[in-house]
């Protein structure tokens, strides 16, 4: 599903790399928490998975496709396999939390049948049916932040990518997420998840990658969070 | 549902910059009346020269008695009946001529009296002052050089004068009237550009969201640069329009009816509704695709795909 091959992202104008060498395997259908401070790469990680950033060195394989070889055209129908979810939500503020959903399905040009069945369908998964008339600036951020996954979940990706998605809720409601979070891996979608949440990492008993200063130091099975602030 | 999405789109962008809209239509229409002026204005002058140099002239004007004392040229006394008839004969064996007529002092009084009427000047003047003339007609317009230099400084031969060189003084004005339009329309376009680039980069600006979220899900760099381009396009070809309808507002009203020029000034042989209708179609094109093309340079600049 993912793989690094000795994976080095030295940003332009900086000296100190933001991932050094790292090497790593995700297989389908694992749930992967990605702890380290701040600084110390998660974001540059899921940057390059998404390609919004290429490697300096290595190799980065996402899909089975190298990334690096991946031309730019090509780069819309690879992210149509991916959903990404953010700390800080990124809804359409001026759509109802119906069109937010049906907004990821219309501008890769699905037809407004499959909109039709596909959005109350992801609503209902994510536990929001009855609020498709809602506006975003209406409902709590825990619902905010279902809304976010239900748009990421819509096209069915075969990997999920969360930066943080609890980063902004109250402890109940991040438990609420990642309940969320494993029903859909439980469907067998790939989860990468950033966080800095410990007592979520602790209790969910996942395996955990750290990173220090963008060197990968512990990869671990059904780990705990670890490290001190 | 796509075409639907994407003009939705547009209309928003469009209504969501007004101010910068409304100069993007106004400096593309202006600089476009322009260009559709100066085309036809070509135009004017291409069917002008064909009109007149048909009927133009080099006259060579023959010694009379009252040049004789007044003019270097006629020192040796007015014309004689073997100068005129020598000089009648080489004009024929020229291939450059295509015809040539002599022009009597009587018919030259005529002629006058014609054309200045009952002015006071025209009374005091008698059929003795005017000069005989022959009215060489060439067959290629150009080529009066090659009779001045054969007549000039000839005996008999006063003057020659070429009726085109008085038309090119008119062309040459008409010229620079028109590389002055097409300098001014040059400078409105370049404005127009720079306003639509900042136009898109505002609007790319404010939808940053949109776009950062149709990245993540995957929609293709076209449909997300569509909207933006469109928009640019849109409002262009709407400045595109306005003209096109400007000339043809002036054409009905100035030309044919109203100001009604074409009847006040029968001499000028002006442009018709034809040579109006061909530029329509290439101001139309002209509006859409420059604004287009603007548009994807803000893009490159300012909207990450």
């Not at chain 1, 939390?97 to 998964?125: H, T, W, Y």
């Not at chain 1, 067998?188 to 955990?208: E, L, P, S």
């Not at chain 2, 239509?25 to 002008?48: H, P, R, Y």
Request: charged share 20%; hydrophobic share 45%.
């Amino acid at each position: 599903m993912i793989r690094f091959d000795n994976v080095s992202k030295v940003y332009p104008k900086q000296t100190r790399p933001a991932l050094r060498d790292v090497s790593l395997e995700v297989e389908k259908g694992e749930f992967v928490f990605l702890v380290g401070s701040s600084g110390s790469g998660k974001s540059t990680f899921l940057r390059l998975i998404l390609r919004e950033e290429r490697c300096s060195h290595g190799q980065v394989h996402v899909l089975g496709k190298d990334l690096a070889r991946l031309s730019n055209w090509k780069v819309p129908q690879m992210r149509r396999q991916l959903g990404t979810v953010f700390q800080d939500f990124r809804l359409l503020p001026n759509k109802t939390v119906a069109e937010n959903v049906a907004f990821a399905q219309e501008v890769i040009g699905k037809s407004q049948g499959e909109i039709r069945k596909s959005v109350p369908q992801v609503l209902d998964l994510v536990g929001l049916g009855g609020k498709e008339d809602r506006m975003p600036g209406e409902l709590s951020g825990g619902e905010q932040q279902r809304v976010a996954i239900a748009r990421a979940f819509v096209n069915r990706p075969k990997l999920l990518i969360a930066d943080e998605p609890t980063g902004n809720l109250d402890p109940q409601t991040s438990v609420g997420i990642m309940k969320l979070l494993d029903r859909i891996n439980r469907t067998g979608t790939t989860v990468v998840m950033a966080t800095h949440d410990q007592n979520i990492v602790d209790q969910m008993r996942k395996r955990v990658i750290e990173l220090e200063k963008g060197r990968l130091v512990r990869d671990q099975a059904r780990g705990v969070y670890g490290y001190q602030h | 549902m796509r075409a639907q999405f994407v003009l939705s789109e547009i209309g928003v962008g469009l209504r969501r910059n007004l101010t910068m809209t409304f100069a993007v239509i106004v400096s593309v229409a202006l600089s476009l009346a322009l260009f559709g002026g100066s085309l036809l204005l070509s135009d004017q002058v291409g069917k002008m020269k064909g009109y007149w140099y048909d009927k133009i002239n080099v006259s060579i004007y023959l010694c009379n008695k009252s040049n004789a004392e007044s003019d270097p040229n006629c020192a040796k006394g007015a014309v004689t009946e073997d100068q005129k008839k020598s000089i009648l004969a080489d004009l024929q064996k020229m291939t450059v001529v295509d015809k040539v007529t002599y022009e009597s002092q009587d018919e030259a009084y005529k002629h006058y009296k014609e054309q200045f009427g009952n002015s006071p000047l025209a009374a005091s003047i008698t059929p003795d002052q005017m000069q005989e003339s022959y009215r060489v007609k060439l067959k290629n317009p150009e080529q009066y050089q090659v009779i001045a230099s054969a007549f000039n400084g000839r005996d008999g031969v006063q003057s020659v004068q070429d009726q085109k060189s008085i038309l090119d003084n008119l062309f040459t004005l008409l010229g620079y009237l028109n590389l002055a339009a097409r300098g001014v329309m040059a400078v409105m376009l370049t404005v127009a550009m720079l306003l639509i680039v900042n136009t898109v980069r505002v609007s790319a600006f404010s939808r940053r969201r949109e776009t950062g979220i149709m990245r993540l899900v995957g929609a293709s760099g076209f449909y997300i640069q569509a909207p933006f381009i469109m928009e640019a396009a849109v409002a262009g070809l709407i400045g595109g329009i306005l003209a096109s309808s400007f000339l043809v507002v002036v054409q009905y009203f100035v030309i044919d009816h109203g100001v009604s020029l074409s009847t006040k000034l029968p001499l000028i042989n002006f442009v018709g509704w034809d040579a109006v209708i061909t530029k329509i179609p290439l101001i139309l094109a002209v509006s859409f695709l420059i604004p287009a093309l603007a548009g994807l340079l803000a893009l490159r600049k300012y909207l990450k795909v």
